[in-house]
């Protein structure tokens, strides 16, 4: 059997050998819109929830919109330009605007991502900078949520007399669904918000989870701060599997985003009549396979539909790497999962330990197999699993013993795929705490 896996920016094509009961599960979503620049006016004239974006901006002088980093494939060169134009109109003009790059604990945007992200045609038009978590002293202390986690936010964002949020929507694997709030906290907070809601009290929560909102504690968490930081206005978007334009959603942020969520969970969920016995997937392709960080997300998302104690086989490019230091420390102190859960569970916590929190919850119940050529050669005796130097010596190894007619699940865009086993269900949101 031939499959392509989303691997790097130009795939990975997987040969499978006969013997065994294959199930590939694609990436479902609506089609593409006939008129992307249509839909996007009109969400943006007839927003949910809010007045129209020029009559919200009418009166106000400055505005600052907060984007995903390089991580995320999100449309902003295409959501950005009519944004703009509508704030214009009702007169702010673009050397009054800050687009800020939402990079929560993640590494800075260089100049060449920066015009990736926003688009060459709009770059060196607008204010464009990075969001630097770590520098305390350019936020500013809105207080604590009622759960008691401080709330630091980027001035430069609280500043503004507008505050914009532009992002995507697409299954997380802690917080049920990306965008909206997520802009904010993690995307514009310190790391001293960042850490507490990272922590072991909302990591090892199983209702935080990929395709949970209803009863998510981190996502009711996350809604508070954004209040805080009175985010008033959100353009959020599905993506089709060729990252198009699905639908828009715009407006009040709660409403708008809980909107978004049910779509994408509805038009995504698989669900499959059992586990199985191994799940081959990938970490997406571009650029969400570029560290072993992001690859845990294609990893989790497999965890929820492969049999106690059965395999996962994760491929992903890995082409810068591990991610950031402290991410690559921790992997190494810790060569094994448990104790590296019973490490953290009362210490303070560290920057990206819950990255490994979530992976090590799956180590716990699968076995884990890796092709991973871009991660450098220390780090693959500590991935918790086994890797292989090639694509065709990691299929072997995942597949060795396995009886014939064994289940195997392949999903060629790992975390974009949402897959339950059981029968179908509707999704539910929840809009406030």
């Not at 907060?66 to 295409?78: F, G, K, L, M, Y």
């Not at 520098?135 to 401080?150: D, I």
Request: overall charge negative.
């Amino acid at each position: 059997m031939h499959v392509e896996m989303a691997f790097g920016k130009a795939g990975l094509e997987l040969e499978l050998p006969a013997g065994f009961s294959y199930q590939v599960l694609e990436a479902r979503s609506a089609q593409g819109l006939a008129d992307e620049a249509a839909a996007l006016a009109y969400a943006l004239d007839h927003p949910i929830g809010r007045p129209p974006l020029a009559e919200l901006a009418r009166g106000k002088r400055t505005a600052a919109i907060s984007v995903c980093d390089i991580t995320r494939p999100a449309p902003n060169r295409r959501v950005l330009p009519p944004l703009l134009d509508r704030l214009a109109a009702a007169g702010i003009s673009r050397e009054n605007v800050v687009i800020l790059i939402a990079t929560g604990l993640h590494r800075e945007a260089t100049e060449a991502e920066m015009r990736e992200i926003v688009g060459p045609e709009l770059y060196g038009t607008v204010r464009v900078e990075n969001h630097r978590a770590k520098n305390l002293a350019e936020h500013a202390a809105l207080g604590s949520t009622a759960a008691g986690t401080p709330v630091y936010i980027d001035r430069r964002f609280l500043d503004a007399d507008l505050h914009i949020t532009l992002g995507f929507i697409e299954p997380h694997l802690m917080l049920g669904f990306s965008g909206g709030r997520k802009l904010i906290a993690p995307g514009l907070a310190a790391a001293e918000t960042i850490k507490v809601i990272h922590s072991p009290k909302f990591m090892r929560d199983p209702r935080a989870t990929e395709g949970s909102i209803a009863d998510n504690p981190l996502h009711r968490e996350l809604l508070e701060i954004a209040r805080m930081a009175r985010h008033d206005f959100m353009v959020d978007v599905a993506l089709t599997r060729d990252r198009r334009i699905a639908r828009v959603f715009a407006g009040d942020p709660e409403l708008a985003h809980a909107q978004g969520a049910a779509y994408v969970g509805e038009a995504m969920l698989e669900r499959l009549d059992g586990p199985a016995d191994l799940v081959i997937t990938s970490a997406a392709g571009y650029p969400l396979d570029l560290t072993y960080y992001q690859t845990v997300k294609g990893v989790t998302a497999a965890s929820h539909f492969v049999k106690p104690g059965g395999r996962i086989l994760t491929v992903s490019a890995c082409s810068e790497g591990v991610g950031a230091p402290e991410f690559a420390g921790m992997m190494e102190r810790f060569p094994q999962p448990q104790t590296f859960m019973d490490a953290i569970l009362a210490a303070p916590v560290e920057v990206d330990q819950w990255q490994l929190e979530k992976l090590a919850l799956v180590c716990a119940r699968a076995e884990l197999h890796y092709y991973v050529p871009g991660l450098p050669a220390q780090y693959h005796p500590v991935l918790w699993g086994r890797s292989y130097p090639t694509a065709e010596a990691a299929v072997a190894g995942a597949l060795a013993g396995l009886p014939e007619g064994a289940r195997v699940v392949v999903v060629p865009e790992g975390p974009y795929v949402l897959a339950r086993v059981g029968p179908a269900r509707e999704v539910t949101v929840r809009t406030s705490a």
